[in-house]
Each structure stands twice: as structure tokens, then as C-alpha cells.
């Protein structure tokens, strides 16, 4: 099955990146595709290498960062969304790219579902 993934939350003040993260991990071990995750909203804010959580906890964007880099994962940000939040291109986390709103709706068409992570 290929699936679409929607995260509409950050990454550190709701549990959508993590559970989108484990659910995409979890269906790429079961031998599923991850077409595209497309973060929009204050997702976006997974996608910024500026993020510095303590030692002791989980880095969310690197963990997105190396999905894509070992599974091709492809991560857009929504330009309008990232724009916002003064999310550019010079501050994307690696793997990460920002692009459009049609992304998502390409993502939609071409995948068997499209799972929304956040509100």
C-alpha cells in the first residue's frame, strides 16, 4: 500500500510528529511506500535545522532527516505555511524541501491513502 502522511503539528508541543514518524517507520518495515509527508501548519516546524532539544530527548528532525536519507522519503514543507514561521531554504533540516500546496494534492491522488497527523 502507498500511503500520503499530512503533519499539521510541531514537532515538541503535540505527539503528530512522533506518531507520524513511528507510523511511517512501522509501514516501511511492513514493506509499504511512503510517497510523500508533507508538513503544513506549525508542521512545519519539523523541518528547521535550528531545532536544539536537550540531550536527553528525542530529536524529531533528525529522525525525519535520516528516514529520508535511508528510504528516499520525500519531505516538502509548504512554502506559505514556512514562510510564516520564517522557515527558508537556508534553514531546512537535510532532506527536507519546500514547495506548494499541490504537492499534497499530488501526494492525495497518487497514494491509496492520505493519513492527517494533527488537527
Known amino acids: 500500500m502507498k500511503f500520503g502522511i499530512l503533519i499539521n503539528e510541531g514537532p515538541y508541543n503535540h505527539q503528530a510528529a512522533d506518531s507520524a514518524y513511528q507510523f511511517c517507520k512501522a509501514a ?24 536544539e532539544p536537550p540531550q536527553d530527548d528525542r530529536n524529531i528532525v533528525q529522525r525525519w532527516s535520516k528516514l529520508a536519507e535511508e528510504h528516499g522519503v520525500d519531505l516538502v514543507v509548504c512554502v506559505a505555511a514556512a514562510l510564516r514561521r520564517g522557515i527558508v531554504d537556508d534553514n531546512l533540516a537535510a532532506g527536507f524541501r519546500i514547495s506548494g500546496l ?15 497527523f494533527g488537527d
Open 102 to 116: 499541490g504537492q499534497l494534492v499530488e501526494s492525495g491522488i497518487r497514494s491509496d491513502r492520505l493519513v492527517t
Open 28 to 51: 516501511l518495515d511492513k514493506g509499504h511506500e511512503i510517497d510523500r509527508v508533507f508538513f503544513y501548519h506549525d508542521g512545519v516546524n519539523n523541518a528547521t535545522k535550528l531545532t
